[in-house]
Every structure is written in structure tokens, then in C-alpha cells.
């Protein structure tokens, strides 16, 4: 977008948002000689993987983030930035005071049913699926559910945390959401199947300050508030924020998800013993707990947990997941098309596309728009 002939304002990139999304891009931006300024309407520079340090230990302020990839461009990227731990998702729901393992592997298979190999599983899901078998293309979330794990899995692990972290039925919720819960028949608890995976030694804040490192930052700055001034100060725009805000919501708001943490620190050295426990049962309000410290094999003397509540998005309340549903879809296409017209913005990331980026695409989306 940008057009180096235009040298006259004092920036060439006023680059708004200083998360993933906003950090790499002036990151390379920089590299390639462009005068870069990156603000923030928040305190902080890093988005939502900002850590505040508190009693030794990262806490991830916006919910847990774990690095995972299977792109190796991408891992190469940040490794030159900052050395990553061998942190592999494990992560375990407790339901009625039971704890299973996730994803749904033996060791779930085990503990829900008592069953000890892949093909005593096997039969065991597919008589648990059979009752289903005529949903041909399920319709809704339920639906894909109920076909692809049965009853038992559904109501112990699936409805509960799901009808909480989307304020909605499942009967009312996309199938997409679900598709990826992939069962495994080994003993194997890693979340992701990803080739990569782990969190920067020293914490995400690290990453963040190497990928800023020589670039004029400005905190507290609201650029939809102030827009008239910073627009006259550089050539073109990097707009990390949320598409309907930039045009003012003229064409209707956007729906997200929000979420509410609640961080306690204890007086003892390990809560949970893990990094993440889901709890899947509607009547628990929050859907996890997070113990920080775990995330980088913290030997602190105390710990920091952090419940995890879902919340109705209200609009100024932080917006984390888009609702990808056909309404706001059609909604996001016509922003889009205004976005189009806009000749010196271009508008990335999970707020500015409407889309649940994990935060290796972000990083690769970004990479691209340079190659
Ligand atoms: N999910 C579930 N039970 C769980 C964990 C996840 O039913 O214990 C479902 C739920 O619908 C959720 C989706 O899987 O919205 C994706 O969850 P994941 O943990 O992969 O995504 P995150 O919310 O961490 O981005």
C-alpha cells in the first residue's frame, strides 16, 4: 500500500494496535527502511499475549496462549526472537469432581468407560455413535457433536463448557466450532498436533519487546477518538482494530465474545498441577483455571491462578472471539467491501478480519503481505 514516493508526512506507517499482528508488521517494516509509529489504546504493548510479572511468575493477562505450529518458517521466526521451552498443552477437564484427560485420547477412553485398547475404544465409540448414525449433515453443534462422539462424550465434555464459553445452546451454535476435537487412539495428551509448539523462556512480553526494539511506540493512544490528527502524520495505516469501529459501526455492530479473569495469588507452590483444567459442567460458572507458573516450570514458593469466566461482549468491553455465525459473517463481508475502497489502510488480524486467528497465522499472514 505504501507508496515511496509520498515522503512528505513524518511517518510511513502509522501502525495502530500493538499486538501480534502490529509488532511483526512494523518489525518488518522497520527492517525494510519504512519510519514506523505503532500505537495502543491499551497501558501495555503485546495485545492479548501481554504477561504482567507478578511474584516472579508471567500471567497471562488475556488467557493462556500457547505457541503452536506446524509452519516452519514461521517457528524459525520467532525462535530468532526468543528461545522457546518444551511446554506441550495438556490440558484436563474435571467434571462432578473427575478429571479427564484432553484431547479425547485412551487415557479418556480409559477413565470414562474402562476400556484399555484403540480397538476396544473403537467399538466402544462406534456402538456410542451408532444411535446417530442418521444425522447425515448434522445442522447445528449438537448435532455434529452427538455424530461424531456420542452421548456419553457430549454431555460429560462438550455441552457444558460449550453452552458457557458462547452464551448459547449448542443447538444454536455453528458446527464449525467442534470439528476440530479429534479423537486419538494412543495415550498421548498433547492438545495440539501440531510439529511446534512451546512458550518464549522469560515470557510472551519478550517477543513483543524484540519485535519493537528501535520502534517509536506510543501507549494510551485511541486512534478512533484522535483519528483526524494521527491520520495527517503518516502515509499509510496498519489497523489492527475492529473493522465495524473504523467505519463507525455505520452498517451495524459486530458480535464477539468476551471473557472475565479473576487472578488470586496463593500462598502455596502448586495449585492444580497443570497449566489448564476446563471445568465442563454448566453449573460451575467458570470454563477454566489457569496455573501460570506451569507454563514455564516455575519453582516459585507461591502461585498465580486465574478462573476464567465467560462474558456477554458489550461494546468498549474487550472483544476476544468473533461469533462467526451467518449473520455477522454477511455483516463482516459489506465492512469488508468498504475496507477495499480504503487505499492506504490495510486492516489485519483477528479484530480486523473478524477471525479466530491462532497466533501462528497471525505471524504468517503478516510474513506474506511482505513477500
Ligand atoms: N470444547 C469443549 N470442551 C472442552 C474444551 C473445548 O467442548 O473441554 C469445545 C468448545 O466448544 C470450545 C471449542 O471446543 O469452544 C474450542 O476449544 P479450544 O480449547 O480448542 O479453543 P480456545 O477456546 O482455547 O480458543
Given at each position: 500500500?505504501?507508496?515511496?514516493?509520498?515522503?512528505?508526512?513524518?511517518?510511513d506507517?502509522?501502525i495502530?494496535?500493538?499486538g501480534?499482528?502490529?509488532?511483526?508488521?512494523?518489525?518488518?517494516?522497520k527492517?525494510?527502511g519504512?519510519?514506523?509509529?505503532v500505537?495502543?489504546?491499551?497501558p501495555h504493548?503485546?495485545?492479548n499475549?501481554?504477561?504482567?510479572?507478578i511474584?516472579?511468575?508471567?500471567?497471562h493477562?488475556?488467557?493462556?496462549?500457547?505457541?503452536?505450529?506446524?509452519n516452519?518458517?514461521?517457528?524459525?521466526?520467532?525462535?530468532?526472537?526468543?528461545?522457546f521451552?518444551r511446554?506441550?498443552n495438556?490440558?484436563?477437564?474435571?467434571?462432578?469432581?473427575?478429571?479427564?484427560?484432553?484431547?479425547?485420547?485412551?487415557?479418556?477412553?480409559y477413565?470414562?468407560w474402562?476400556?484399555?485398547?484403540?480397538s476396544?475404544?473403537?467399538d466402544?465409540?462406534?456402538?456410542?455413535r451408532?444411535r446417530?448414525?442418521?444425522?447425515?449433515?448434522?445442522?447445528?453443534?449438537e448435532?455434529?457433536?452427538l455424530?461424531?462422539?456420542?452421548e456419553?462424550?457430549?454431555q460429560?465434555?462438550?455441552?457444558?463448557y460449550t453452552?458457557?464459553q458462547?452464551?448459547?445452546?449448542?443447538?444454536?451454535?455453528?458446527?464449525?466450532i467442534?470439528?476440530?476435537?479429534?479423537?486419538?487412539f494412543?495415550?498421548?495428551n498433547?492438545y495440539f498436533?501440531?510439529?511446534?509448539?512451546g512458550?518464549?523462556?522469560?515470557g510472551y512480553?519478550?517477543l513483543?519487546?524484540?519485535?519493537?526494539?528501535?520502534?517509536?511506540?506510543r501507549?494510551?493512544?485511541d486512534?478512533i477518538?484522535?483519528?483526524t490528527e494521527?491520520?495527517?502524520?503518516?502515509?499509510?495505516?496498519?489497523?489492527?482494530?475492529?473493522?465495524d469501529?473504523?467505519?463507525d459501526?455505520?452498517?451495524?455492530?459486530?458480535e464477539?465474545?468476551?471473557?472475565?479473569f479473576?487472578h488470586?495469588?496463593?500462598?502455596?507452590d502448586n495449585?492444580q498441577?497443570n497449566?489448564?483444567?476446563?471445568?465442563?459442567d454448566?453449573?460451575?460458572p467458570y470454563?477454566?483455571v489457569?496455573?501460570?507458573k506451569?507454563?514455564?516450570?516455575g519453582?516459585?514458593?507461591?502461585?498465580?491462578?486465574?478462573h476464567?469466566?465467560?462474558?456477554?461482549y458489550?461494546?468498549?468491553?474487550?472483544?476476544?472471539?468473533?461469533?462467526?455465525?451467518?449473520?455477522?459473517?454477511?455483516l463482516y463481508e459489506?465492512?469488508?467491501?468498504?475496507?477495499?475502497?480504503q487505499?492506504?489502510?490495510?486492516?489485519?488480524?483477528?479484530?480486523?478480519?473478524y477471525?479466530?486467528y491462532?497466533?501462528?497465522d497471525?505471524?504468517?499472514?503478516?510474513?506474506?503481505?511482505w513477500?
Amino acid at each position: 500500500v505504501h507508496n515511496p514516493n509520498s515522503m512528505s508526512k513524518e511517518y510511513d506507517y502509522l501502525i495502530v494496535g500493538a499486538g501480534l499482528s502490529g509488532s511483526v508488521f512494523a518489525h518488518e517494516a522497520k527492517k525494510r527502511g519504512y519510519r514506523c509509529l505503532v500505537i495502543d489504546k491499551r497501558p501495555h504493548f503485546g495485545g492479548n499475549v501481554y504477561c504482567e510479572q507478578i511474584a516472579g511468575i508471567n500471567v497471562h493477562q488475556y488467557g493462556p496462549h500457547i505457541f503452536h505450529t506446524d509452519n516452519k518458517e514461521v517457528w524459525d521466526y520467532v525462535n530468532s526472537f526468543v528461545e522457546f521451552n518444551r511446554f506441550t498443552n495438556s490440558p484436563l477437564a474435571c467434571v462432578n469432581g473427575r478429571m479427564y484427560n484432553l484431547p479425547f485420547n485412551l487415557n479418556t477412553f480409559y477413565r470414562l468407560w474402562g476400556v484399555r485398547t484403540p480397538s476396544e475404544a473403537k467399538d466402544k465409540i462406534e456402538e456410542q455413535r451408532k444411535r446417530f448414525a442418521h444425522i447425515s449433515s448434522p445442522s447445528n453443534l449438537e448435532e455434529q457433536a452427538l455424530k461424531l462422539c456420542g452421548e456419553d462424550i457430549y454431555q460429560l465434555l462438550i455441552k457444558g463448557y460449550t453452552e458457557k464459553q458462547w452464551g448459547r445452546k449448542c443447538t444454536e451454535l455453528p458446527t464449525s466450532i467442534i470439528k476440530r476435537l479429534p479423537f486419538r487412539f494412543t495415550f498421548d495428551n498433547n492438545y495440539f498436533n501440531d510439529r511446534y509448539q512451546g512458550v518464549p523462556i522469560g515470557g510472551y512480553n519478550k517477543l513483543i519487546s524484540k519485535l519493537l526494539d528501535g520502534i517509536e511506540v506510543r501507549l494510551g493512544v485511541d486512534y478512533i477518538r484522535d483519528r483526524t490528527e494521527l491520520n495527517q502524520i503518516a502515509d499509510s495505516i496498519f489497523y489492527t482494530g475492529c473493522i465495524d469501529e473504523y467505519f463507525d459501526h455505520s452498517l451495524g455492530y459486530l458480535e464477539y465474545r468476551s471473557l472475565r479473569f479473576e487472578h488470586t495469588l496463593l500462598e502455596i507452590d502448586n495449585y492444580q498441577g497443570n497449566a489448564v483444567v476446563n471445568f465442563t459442567d454448566r453449573s460451575v460458572p467458570y470454563t477454566r483455571v489457569i496455573e501460570h507458573k506451569h507454563f514455564e516450570f516455575g519453582k516459585q514458593p507461591n502461585t498465580i491462578i486465574t478462573h476464567e469466566y465467560p462474558n456477554a461482549y458489550k461494546h468498549g468491553e474487550e472483544p476476544y472471539y468473533p461469533i462467526n455465525n451467518q449473520r455477522n459473517n454477511e455483516l463482516y463481508e459489506k465492512y469488508k467491501s468498504l475496507a477495499n475502497q480504503q487505499s492506504n489502510v490495510v486492516f489485519c488480524g483477528r479484530l480486523a478480519e473478524y477471525k479466530y486467528y491462532d497466533m501462528d497465522d497471525v505471524i504468517e499472514n503478516v510474513l506474506n503481505l511482505w513477500k
